[in-house]
């Protein structure tokens, strides 16, 4: 029988065969391969009674993610505010690279809209008008369930990231009214939000249509990538400018270089090539330190 790892505790799984959650262990085989089952993971499990299984295989995943451990992941919402908290382009932009590096569909969450004024929300957009990422305005007032958040969910594993207090949790309890997620105050003393979600669990909005809330996100890093030379494939803007005059170029600090050429003519966003910059040096001074 084939279920979803819906939710991890310690040793003990929770499983989604569609029609039933079942409590699972896994084989004993898995430790001995080092292979660790993750939340998200397809698997065939033998059933032991009406409520227990055992997972006895795990099917290939589309991808895994180090930090939180996740697998098999369609999309990923990446929540972003303009204020309270405020934006951080850097994390931002670290988050889409991510996703071009993994293959995972990547969406641009606007969040508490309510609180900007339309010359804000249309600098953000201008920002990102060239990576041609989709971008949802979000007005967490409002009670009922924004349909273009629902019809981009729509048979996919999602995963929700993003500062904490940007509004996350918020959507999750309009989308799961039946469910009690616990949301966290916004710190006065520097507008962030508590994290409050305690381990990694997929909630099932409806049949194959899934939603992650993903603790650990505030700690990802570049190490998801590990040659800053690989960097540039992932600013997705930077492949359709054309050809620089070195094959190998970096768009850093070589003559000829037509990604700079656009960032100068505004076609490019300065603050995406500036975030670019920072995050190759990033990546390239660990590597240089790794050993």
């Not at 295989?57 to 993610?65: D, H, P, Y």
Request: some cysteine.
């Amino acid at each position: 029988m084939i279920a979803k790892i819906i939710k991890m505790q310690k040793d003990l799984y929770y499983v989604d065969n569609q029609e039933k959650i079942f409590m699972a262990k896994a084989r004993g085989k898995f430790r001995n391969r080092k292979l660790k089952p993750l939340v998200g993971d397809n698997v065939e499990i033998d059933l032991i009674d009406n409520n227990n299984a055992y997972i006895t295989e795990i099917k290939k995943r589309r991808n895994v993610l180090k930090r939180p451990e996740i697998s098999n992941l369609d999309q990923l919402l990446v929540f972003q505010t303009l204020k309270n908290p405020p934006s951080n382009l850097y994390n931002l932009d670290k988050y889409l690279a991510m996703c071009e590096y993994k293959n995972i569909n990547a969406i641009l969450v606007l969040s508490k809209v309510d609180l900007y004024k339309d010359f804000e929300i249309e600098e953000f957009k201008e920002k990102y008008k060239s990576t041609n990422y989709k971008i949802i305005e979000l007005d967490n007032t409002k009670e009922d369930i924004n349909e273009n958040i629902l019809k981009v969910l729509q048979n996919k594993t999602s995963a929700l990231t993003g500062a904490s207090g940007v509004g996350k949790s918020s959507l999750l309890n309009n989308l799961l009214k039946d469910k009690n997620i616990e949301i966290g105050e916004i710190s006065r003393k520097n507008r962030r939000g508590k994290n409050t979600t305690r381990h990694t669990e997929l909630f099932k909005i409806s049949n194959n249509t899934y939603v992650f809330d993903t603790p650990g996100f505030e700690s990802f890093d570049s190490d998801f990538i590990e040659d800053e030379r690989d960097l540039k494939d992932t600013f997705i803007e930077f492949k359709n400018i054309g050809d620089c005059k070195f094959k190998n170029c970096n768009h850093i600090k070589e003559p000829g270089c037509k990604v700079k050429e656009a960032v100068d003519s505004g076609k490019i966003s300065n603050s995406r090539y500036e975030n670019y910059v920072s995050l190759y040096r990033e990546i390239m001074n660990r590597r240089k330190n790794k050993w």
